[in-house]
T-cell receptor, first 114, second 112 residues
Framework: NAGVTQTPKFQVLKTGQSMTLQCAQD?????MSWYRQDPGMGLRLIHY???????DQGEVPNGYNVSRSTTEDFPLRLLSAAPSQTSVYFC?????????????FGNGTRLTVT | GESVGLHLPTLSVQEGDNSIINCAYS??????FIWYKQESGKGPQFIID?????DKRQGQRVTVLLNKTVKHLSLQIAATQPGDSAVYFC???????????FGKGTMLLVSP
């Protein structure tokens, strides 16, 4: 069982470039989410989805887009990268939502925007 | 290397000691609480959870205590081992919301 798989592991972008961070889970979890982790800030929720075709904003959604066309995949798009988006990004999933069961996390994508 | 540990409160213990990591939560409507462990370069890993209708829950070598009166959560690790060295996060889920809010974390350092 692969669990939650994130690609790429590392990425360097120039300001203004766009890219998509990939997240896939093979556990048939309905709930998926994206967090960013910055030093001293803990993990902050960017976007989440309670099922295919349904997405919603978290605490820090600006500059990011998501879509959920399948249960397995939940890509995060940076439309025009900014240095403030330099961070470690984690995707997480759970079978029953954030209030019903623990989140399973991927190992992260480390993004640097220059 | 991983920079998530910068500026975090740190607890240093000797191998074999019992460790207690504390967390204050802010929302009295929160009804689900989780502890995660994060090792360098990895994603957070679930340790133990507790719901607001409980005061205490035990796992293997870990115990979580919940004090709703003062909005305080603690994680006790018995017979701490060097492999327990990591950053520990508490998280709370708010009643009526589909989101989890994380605390800023505590770094646990275990010396042999």
């Amino acid at each position: 069982n692969a669990g939650v798989t994130q690609t790429p592991k590392f990425q360097v972008l120039k300001t203004g470039q766009s890219m998509t961070l990939q997240c896939a889970q093979d556990m048939n979890h309905e709930y998926m989410s994206w967090y960013r982790q910055d030093p001293g800030m803990g993990l902050r929720l960017i976007h989440y989805s309670v099922g295919a075709g349904i997405t919603d904003q978290g605490e820090v959604p600006n500059g990011y887009n998501v879509s959920r066309s399948t249960t397995e995949d939940f890509p995060l798009r940076l439309l025009s990268a900014a240095p403030s988006q330099t961070s470690v990004y984690f995707c997480a999933s759970s079978p029953g939502g954030a209030r019903n069961s623990p989140l399973h996390f991927g190992n992260g994508t480390r993004l640097t925007v220059t | 290397g991983e920079s998530v540990g910068l500026h975090l409160p740190t607890l240093s213990v000797q191998e074999g000691d019992n460790s207690i990591i504390n967390c204050a939560y802010s929302n009295s409507a929160s009804d689900y609480f989780i502890w995660y462990k994060q090792e360098s370069g990895k994603g957070p890993q679930f340790i133990i959870d507790i719901r607001s209708n409980m005061d205490k829950r035990q796992g293997q070598r870990v115990t979580v205590l919940l004090n709703k009166t003062v909005k305080h959560l603690s994680l006790q690790i018995a017979a701490t081992q060097p492999g327990d060295s990591a950053v520990y996060f508490c998280a709370e889920a708010h009643s009526g919301y589909s989101t989890l809010t994380f605390g800023k974390g505590t770094m646990l350092l275990v010396s042999p």
